[in-house]
């Protein structure tokens, strides 16, 4: 989730940065070499940096992690046996921290870089009947590198150069859209997404590759079937002019980016099979590399590597308050978990009464409601995976559960007023985030919602 924060100067390198390098290298470490005193040192670490960035974090985000502190502090004093299980969702919380940063690494020379530029004005310079699906599509997988910038990329490039406003444009309007529906989407399958991450991480019996596989599948048949009924309101309508038109970009551009991206997610995977690493640590891992051999590829244009490296390291607090926000969703969700399995409902959702199909759809539909009332959808995807995870029904049916909070967290980012995407879309088409999560996606979350309830009722009935 990307809100407005306070932009540190490029290339200014604050004792906060070198917080950031500390703690992600003894992330890396503490994973790789299976040692969990320095795996708990960045967890520590984590707690401090937040500490430190408490004034340029967003309020909502300070809200959090004052929540996190204290349902950290009441469950040690309720349950002190509980201590090591809070420490562990404090280290996985930090993971979680760890890649919004590293994520913030890789968009500095991606976003300034000719070629992805070039891509995404070929996306735009297909005819008007077919540019939705193609922007669709073509976010979806730019996304992986690009993450939300590419929804900014698109609304730069469909502004005149003249300096007409068209923000009140259905056409313009509708290639934004695409690109948000797009960068939405690719959640539900990327293993260097943040939900598929908690997601793995909180269902431990899950087959990660057999999730990529079943979620990328169903994707693929949204992109063809939102590529043809696009579900867009009166407000931002296909265009029917080349009104959006790019007479620019290059196919050979639009090659290169993607099968950077595809290489990006192979390096990953490998990572993750070879070191036995969780997707979270892998992504950790690889995204930093991945950035400094990009930099050291990029032409100059007269600035010295050294600068651009400064510049980059600088971009790893850019996402500040949505690290805070995901480090304290998962320290919440724990403590949360620890009350309902203390509480009298703990032996009715543990019994094999709630290993039904009825429960994840309920839960399809709860996260991205709680996410349409101004909820963080991470809470709601980390408390669910917590609780359920170790059940029958995590236990009998973990294909299911992960498809349901993969998707799930893919409409909540639709439907919440305060996500990152909706707030750049009202930004670019001059309406209140709330607009386009409240009224111009809910028919084409809707509609997922029904194909998912589908997908996961096949699944379950296989067994999966």
Known sequence: MRLAT???????????????????????????????VLSKLAAILSVIWVATQWTRLIPLARLFVGIAAACFALCILLWPEAAPRLMTALVQGTGFAGLMMVLGLLRQPVKRAEV?????????????????????????????????????????????????DVRHDPARRAMVMAAMRGAALV???????????????????????????????????????????????????????DVCKSETGSV???????????????????????????????????????SLIWLALEPSRGVAYGERLRSALAALADLRSESALFLSANVIG??????????????????????????????????????????????????????????????????????TLCIGWALAICVNPISAMNLIVGRFCDVPASRVAHLWNVRFVAVTFVLAALLIGFVFQLGG
């Open 6 to 36: 306070v932009p540190l100067p490029r290339g200014v390198l604050t004792p906060g940065v070198f917080l950031q390098c500390a703690l992600l290298l003894l992330l890396i470490c503490g994973a790789i070499l299976h040692t969990t």
């Open 116 to 164: 992805t530029r070039e891509a995404a004005e070929y996306l735009l310079s297909f005819r008007p009947k077919h540019r939705y699906g193609s922007v669709l599509a073509g976010a979806q997988f730019m996304a992986l590198m690009f993450n939300i910038g590419i929804i900014a990329m698109i609304g730069d490039l469909t502004q005149p150069t003249d300096g007409r």
């Open 187 to 241: 959640s539900i399958w990327s293993p260097m997404s943040l939900g598929f991450a908690i997601v793995t991480a909180g269902v431990p019996t899950i087959d990660p590759m057999q999730l990529i596989a079943v979620a990328f599948g169903f994707t693929a048949l949204l992109l063809i079937l939102s590529g043809h009924f696009p579900l867009l309101p009166k407000a931002a309508q296909l265009p029917t002019e």
């Open 252 to 290: 050979l551009s639009l090659v290169k980016v993607l099968g950077a991206s595809a290489l990006l997610l192979m390096l990953t995977i490998t990572l993750h099979r070879t070191l036995a690493l969780s997707f979270t640590l892998s992504a950790v891992v690889v995204l930093p590399v991945f």
């Open 334 to 403: 724990a403590a949360l978990s620890l009350v309902i399995q203390a509480s009298p409902l703990w032996p009715l959702l543990s019994n094999g009464g709630f290993a039904s199909l009825p429960t994840l759809i309920l839960c399809l539909f709860a996260i991205p409601l709680a996410a349409a009332l101004y909820l963080p959808n991470s809470i709601m995807v980390v408390l669910t995976a917590q609780v359920l995870g170790p059940t029958v029904l995590g236990q009998s049916h973990p294909l299911a559960l992960g498809l």
